[in-house]
């Protein structure tokens, strides 16, 4: 790839990193991400690859901006609201950079449409608050050996882990969901708007290091923090071998939708 | 008494007690929430009644922690 003057300005401060150079920009710029979720997580992330010079990003979310996502969700604008959340960040995202291919689904990511549309991308983000999508994710980016970052924020806690294949997946850690509403989520429990910012900032840097080969990845440990404390942790973890769907006698071999993602949506729809 | 480390913070307990019983004393809300690993290795919730942790064990508590868009 031959960058134009205009490009290499653009991309100067990355191109002065020694790390990354001309070499790592190209990678940057012939990269495919997609990110799941155009929310809290999601607007961060999609922001920074974006102006990061992400060749293709890939955006899937089913759902229109309300007035209650505009606390955090920093890819949105008051003007946006009740606009598909997928052409919002599309919008900005042009704005940003409009070197930038920007791939909508106006959808939900579901156990049909999941292989087919992760097949496309070299990496995928979790920017999702609910379980059942959670480890969808995770299922069809372990059998379709994709790399992830999964992030999760609950209000003033973060966690992320990057998944690549061969290390531990989220099933590892967490075997198998949570009962439906055993776990709050951010629309019932409340998030302290920055920190969605704070954990989509570091699944955005681990997207890059992927791109570039720069460093070391999230893999094999669980990073959790607090904003009360401002603590951060780093759990190390190991692949399961009892682990559901990567351990030595998978159970999960295929993929499927759990219940509790229809609970939410219609909880989330009732409340509106 | 064993010194045993739970989330990287010493913490004091009677003997050997079980997992389940650890989660307990850790006023853990939602005791089916967390994901326990013992010096490293995940162990199956099962077993947290049969789990004994002794003498300068380390545990970490992972809890599920939702996310951004609550419906993508």
Same mark, same amino acid.
């Given at each position: 790839?031959?960058?134009?003057?205009?490009? +290499?300005?653009?991309?100067? !401060?990355h +191109?002065?990193?020694?790390?990354?150079?001309?070499?790592?920009?190209?990678k940057?710029?012939?990269?495919?991400?997609?990110?799941?979720?155009? %929310? $809290?997580?999601?607007?961060?992330?999609?922001?920074?690859?974006?102006?990061?010079?992400?060749?293709?990003?890939?955006?899937?979310?089913?759902?229109?901006v309300?007035?209650?996502?505009?606390? !955090?969700?920093?890819?949105?604008?008051?003007?946006?609201?009740?606009?598909?959340?997928?052409?919002?960040?599309?919008?900005? #995202?042009?704005?940003?950079?409009?070197?930038?291919? @920007?791939?909508?689904?106006?959808?939900?990511?579901?156990?049909?449409?999941?292989?087919?549309? +992760?097949?496309?991308?070299? &990496?995928?983000?979790?920017?999702?608050?609910? &379980?059942?999508?959670?480890?969808? #994710?995770?299922?069809?980016?372990?059998?379709?050996?994709?790399? *992830?970052?999964?992030?999760? +924020?609950?209000? *003033?806690?973060?966690?992320?882990?990057?998944?690549?294949? %061969?290390?531990?997946?989220? !099933?590892?850690?967490?075997?198998?969901?949570?009962?439906?509403?055993?776990?709050?989520?951010?629309?019932?429990? $409340?998030?302290l708007?920055? #920190?969605a910012?704070?954990?989509?900032?570091?699944?955005?840097?681990?997207?890059?290091k992927?791109?570039? $080969? @720069?460093?070391?990845?999230?893999?094999? !440990?669980?990073?959790? &923090?607090? =904003?009360?404390?401002?603590?951060?942790r780093?759990?190390?973890?190991?692949?399961?071998?009892?682990?559901?769907?990567?351990?030595?006698?998978?159970?999960v071999?295929?993929l499927?939708d759990?219940?509790? =993602?229809?609970?939410?949506?219609?909880?989330?729809?009732?409340?509106? | 008494?064993?010194? #045993?480390?739970v989330?990287?913070?010493?913490?004091?307990?009677?003997?050997?007690i079980?997992?389940a019983?650890?989660?307990?004393?850790?006023?853990?809300?939602?005791?089916?929430?967390?994901?326990?690993q013992?010096? $490293?290795?995940?162990?199956?919730?099962?077993? &947290?009644?049969?789990?004994?942790?002794?003498? %300068?064990?380390?545990?970490?508590?992972?809890?599920?922690m939702?996310?951004?868009?609550?419906?993508?």
């Amino acid at each position: 790839m031959d960058f134009t003057e205009e490009q +290499i300005q653009r991309y100067s !401060r990355h +191109i002065l990193l020694q790390d990354v150079g001309v070499e790592g920009q190209e990678k940057i710029s012939n990269g495919k991400v997609l990110i799941v979720g155009a %929310g $809290g997580l999601g607007a961060p992330i999609a922001l920074y690859l974006a102006a990061a010079g992400v060749g293709t990003i890939g955006i899937i979310d089913g759902d229109v901006v309300d007035l209650s996502n505009l606390q !955090r969700q920093v890819i949105h604008f008051t003007p946006d609201i009740n606009k598909p959340k997928v052409i919002s960040a599309k919008e900005k #995202i042009n704005l940003i950079n409009p070197d930038v291919k @920007v791939v909508t689904y106006h959808k939900l990511l579901t156990a049909e449409n999941a292989l087919e549309i +992760i097949n496309d991308y070299d &990496f995928i983000v979790d920017g999702t608050d609910n &379980f059942p999508v959670k480890f969808l #994710i995770n299922d069809a980016c372990v059998i379709a050996k994709k790399p *992830f970052s999964h992030g999760g +924020i609950l209000r *003033f806690d973060g966690q992320t882990l990057t998944y690549v294949p %061969g290390s531990a997946c989220y !099933r590892c850690l967490f075997h198998s969901p949570p009962p439906p509403n055993a776990v709050p989520t951010c629309s019932q429990a $409340g998030v302290l708007g920055a #920190i969605a910012g704070m954990l989509g900032t570091i699944q955005a840097a681990e997207v890059l290091k992927y791109l570039t $080969g @720069v460093g070391d990845l999230l893999t094999n !440990r669980l990073l959790t &923090f607090n =904003a009360k404390t401002m603590e951060f942790r780093t759990v190390h973890t190991k692949h399961n071998d009892n682990c559901p769907v990567c351990g030595n006698h998978p159970t999960v071999t295929g993929l499927v939708d759990y219940e509790q =993602a229809v609970c939410d949506i219609e909880s989330h729809r009732k409340s509106k | 008494m064993s010194k #045993i480390s739970v989330n990287g913070k010493a913490q004091e307990v009677e003997g050997s007690i079980s997992i389940a019983e650890l989660i307990k004393l850790n006023n853990v809300a939602q005791p089916s929430m967390v994901s326990i690993q013992l010096n $490293g290795q995940f162990v199956n919730r099962d077993d &947290f009644e049969t789990t004994t942790v002794s003498d %300068g064990d380390e545990l970490d508590f992972l809890y599920f922690m939702g996310g951004g868009q609550a419906n993508p």
